[in-house]
């Protein structure tokens, strides 16, 4: 062992006389633990969330979109379809038709500007009946209908008639309503593809095609792929590019619950300073003692930087542990419940990610270290006859 790691270790030791010394290192040691511990619940109680957020958002919105750079129609649609069926781990691609108009129930009492859409593509599990139609839970309320009542669709778009343009539109049955996510990119109302082309008038072609991938998170290089193979025309999203705003969002999350709860661990980090601070004033003989020996200055500073590292390393091994047993208990056993039909959640969920557990490990320790650094540089500077003069 190095004198200087022996000489921090016994300082950290409690005896009789300067027991205030090791209870100010054990209170540092614990501050620092209680810091680490609530970060790393803070995170993961975070990333937990986040996480859903993210699994939802590949479940509910179609891995990849190809959209005409211009105009609301592809101008090859079977080019596209081509190019994306050939690439590996597509598992469907379906044409998109959308288009605007209102909703009302059969008696015409409300009426509700909406977005409607064929039902097939991404997150739906079948196409609804040929005059059924899928509506949003919120909308189906108030529309005051459910299962089994009927309501008409109208487009914006209009038909020519003997007595003028006249408005399209459709009396369908209500088949199915869903719940609705603000993760959600589909419309509110979904339709089958034969009334979603007679509402917009596209008798062929569509709108943009959506593909499902086998894995989601090869996305970004299937649409690199995709978009050398597509002509020019062709504009090309994956899931992650249309969620950018959320998922930004999601980031500066978690960037601000770090800084703020981090808070914690400077102000331990400031006991730390104090402790060491006290360390170096009850220990001014021995700073003489070691001087006159032969020790360097170099040497005087390494003892209360070990002395920091060591109160460091405890205080965040410690905190590691009680941080990612709460975090994995809580998760494990359910401990924090929620209302279902609120959250959609049955409880809280924790998830811990190994790379933020060291990001936080590594930022306690350097903090502890960087707090010994200005009483470790008092201590160097002390001249050997000043510290046996000034000492009791």
Do not use: C
């Not at 005409?68 to 080019?79: H, M, N, Q, S, Y």
């Amino acid at each position: 062992m190095r004198f200087e790691t022996a000489v921090a270790l016994r300082y950290l030791a409690a005896s009789r006389r300067r027991a205030h010394v090791a209870l100010i290192a054990a209170i540092s040691i614990v501050g620092l633990a209680v810091g680490v511990a609530a970060l790393i619940v803070s995170l993961a109680l975070l990333s937990g969330f986040q996480d859903r957020i993210r699994r939802q958002m590949a479940e509910r919105t179609a891995h990849l979109t190809v959209s005409p750079a211009k105009g609301t129609l592809l101008p090859d649609p079977e080019t596209a379809r081509r190019a994306l069926e050939s690439l590996p781990g597509v598992t469907a691609v379906v044409p998109i038709l959308e288009g605007r108009g209102w909703i009302s129930d059969v008696d015409g009492t409300a009426a509700y500007a909406v977005r409607f859409r064929n039902a097939a593509g991404a997150g739906n599990a079948e196409a609804p009946a040929p005059d059924d139609v899928r509506l949003a839970r919120p909308l189906a309320t108030r529309l005051h209908v459910d299962e089994g009542d009927l309501v008409r669709l109208t487009s914006s778009r209009t038909r020519l008639s003997p007595v003028g343009p006249i408005p399209v539109s459709a009396v369908l049955r209500v088949g199915a309503v869903r719940r609705s996510s603000a993760l959600e990119k589909s419309a509110e109302v979904e339709v089958s593809e034969p009334v979603a082309r007679t509402l917009t008038g596209v008798p062929a072609g569509a709108h943009s095609l959506e593909a499902l991938l086998a894995d989601p998170e090869r996305a970004a290089s299937a649409a690199r792929d995709l978009s050398a193979r597509l002509p020019a025309g062709h504009r090309v999203e994956t899931w992650r590019e249309r969620n950018a705003p959320l998922a930004f969002a999601l980031r500066l999350e978690k960037v601000v619950i770090f800084v703020t709860v981090a808070l914690v661990i400077v102000v331990a980090a400031l006991n730390i300073v104090s402790n060491i601070a006290l360390t170096v004033v009850e220990k001014k003989r021995d700073l003489g003692v070691f001087t006159s020996m032969g020790a360097t200055p170099g040497a005087l500073l390494r003892i209360y930087l070990t002395l920091g590292a060591v109160i460091g390393l405890v205080g965040t091994a410690a905190g590691v542990a009680i941080g990612v047993g709460i975090a994995a208990a809580a998760d494990r056993f359910r401990l924090v419940p929620l209302p279902a039909d609120v959250y959609m959640l049955s409880h809280v969920p924790f998830a811990i990610h190994p790379g933020e557990v060291a990001v936080i490990a590594a930022f306690a320790f350097a903090t502890a270290v960087a707090a010994a650094i200005l009483p470790a540089r008092a201590a160097s500077r002390l001249a050997p006859g000043e510290a046996i003069r000034l000492s009791r």
